[in-house]
T-cell receptor
């Protein structure tokens, strides 16, 4: 199984809603990542988990809250988002942190109204 | 910080070769990568090269690295319509804390 699975594929939410994005991998990878990607732009790193511990937070606003319940799962909790947060949110994993061979999910396309 | 630059757009005819270029600034780069992103999808790793190599070939893909000029290229032989996508180069470096830094992306359009 060489897949990273993300749900939901599409999400529309209001600025007062609370929602979560989910990501799952069963490759035994010990590093998991959240990226944000705007149209026709490169992905921007948000968070890195290594061995289920948060190792990098790229100064992301607190309205985004990551969680790594176990080595296979990664969540991104969303609360009080702004319209400019509308983007494609990509989850990725790698064998270890610092490895550039990332396996990406298909992404969750988020629209904030 | 590290800068990784690419030209925005490339158009080729089916069957021709495509060459996508990338320049980077970080001299402590260790590995350089090429990722492909099709519309509505995530990124897919195509190939990578270690910084002490100057060439790597993998089927239709050839990666060339000029470390002195900090220039990386991806050549796709016999380009097909299925190769139409955005291509991102990326690098990891000791100077960048081994984080993956993506280039600006090149949109490849393959015409019949």
């Amino acid at each position: 199984d060489t897949e990273v699975t993300q749900t939901p594929k599409h999400l529309v939410m209001g600025m007062t809603n609370k929602k979560s994005l989910k990501c799952e991998q069963h490759m035994g990878h010990r590093a998991m990542y959240w990226y944000k990607q705007k149209a026709k732009k490169p992905p921007e790193l948000m968070f890195v988990y290594s061995y289920e511990k948060l190792s990098i937070n790229e100064s992301v606003p607190s309205r985004f809250s990551p969680e790594c319940p176990n080595s296979s799962l990664l969540n991104l909790h969303l609360h009080a988002l702004q319209p400019e947060d509308s983007a494609l949110y990509l989850c990725a994993s790698s064998q270890e942190r610092g490895h550039g061979e990332l396996f990406f999910g298909e992404g969750s396309r988020l629209t904030v109204l | 910080g590290e800068d990784v630059e690419q030209s925005l757009f490339l158009s080729v005819r089916e069957g021709d070769s495509s060459v996508i270029n990338c320049t980077y600034t970080d001299s402590s780069s260790t590995y350089l990568y090429w990722y492909k992103q099709e519309p509505g999808a995530g990124l897919q790793l195509l190939t990578y090269i270690f910084s002490n190599m100057d060439m790597k070939q993998d089927q239709r893909l050839t990666v060339l690295l000029n470390k002195k000029d900090k220039h990386l290229s991806l050549r796709i032989a016999d380009t097909q319509t299925g190769d139409s996508a955005i291509y991102f180069c990326a690098e990891t470096s000791t100077g960048g804390g081994n984080k993956l830094t993506f280039g600006t992306g090149t949109q490849l359009k393959v015409e019949l």
